[in-house]
Structure formats: structure tokens, C-alpha cells
């Protein structure tokens, strides 16, 4: 079992920037971990996500303004996020993935306003 801690959401204005993070409660080595988002009224997408090798990939509404990165010795996967737009409005969810086993975060909401 692997508990995830979101942190670094909040309110910042179009063509700000945010860096959220995903702290686990034990190691993340194995694991893809990965960034999804639901914004009101849609489905949960894929941001972003990273395997244990560091592989990334990305949505195409992020990539160039966003970048997924892990901190195996800290138990911490980020989600460096620039250029926001008022689209990226969502709650951001952390997740980790491995084998048939599928852990999320409670999720930490992003607001992108003036």
C-alpha cells in the first residue's frame, strides 16, 4: 500500500507558473508515477506521467508548458507547471502504477485566474 500526498496547488494568475508535488509514504522506485487532472464536468485525463526508467510523456494541451520529474531518494514525483492557461483549472491527482496495482492521491486544486 502507498499513500500519496499532493501539495502546491492553489490560485495564480494566466502565464503563471505552479510546481506541484506528490510525496509517497514509501519508496516509489518501481512505480510509473504520473499526474491526471479533472477539471468540473469532465473526465479524468493524463497530464503526465513517468516510469521507473524516466521515460515521460504528455498530454498534448501541456506539452512545451509542463515537466514531470521524480525524486527516488526523496519519495517525491513534481509537476512543473509554466505558462498556465484558464483550461488547466482542475483538481491535479498523483498516482502511482505498478503491475496491477494503482494508487491516487487526494488530489490538490489549481485555479488559473486574473
Known amino acids: 500500500q502507498v499513500q500519496l500526498v499532493e501539495s502546491g496547488g492553489g490560485l495564480v494568475q494566466p502565464g503563471g507558473s505552479l510546481r506541484l508535488s506528490c510525496t509517497a509514504s514509501?519508496?516509489?522506485?518501481?512505480?510509473?508515477m504520473g499526474w491526471y487532472r479533472q477539471a468540473p464536468g469532465k473526465q479524468r485525463e493524463l497530464v503526465a506521467d513517468i516510469t521507473r526508467f524516466g521515460s515521460t510523456r504528455y498530454a498534448d494541451s501541456v506539452k512545451g508548458r509542463f515537466s514531470i520529474s521524480r525524486d527516488n531518494d526523496k519519495n517525491t514525483v513534481y509537476l512543473q507547471m509554466t505558462s498556465l492557461k484558464s483550461e488547466d483549472t482542475a483538481v491535479y491527482y498523483c498516482?502511482?502504477?505498478?503491475?496491477?496495482?494503482?494508487?491516487w492521491g487526494q488530489g490538490t486544486q489549481v485555479t488559473v485566474s486574473s
Open positions: 498516482n502511482a502504477a505498478y503491475g496491477g496495482s494503482v494508487y
Open positions: 514509501g519508496s516509489i522506485r518501481i512505480y510509473t
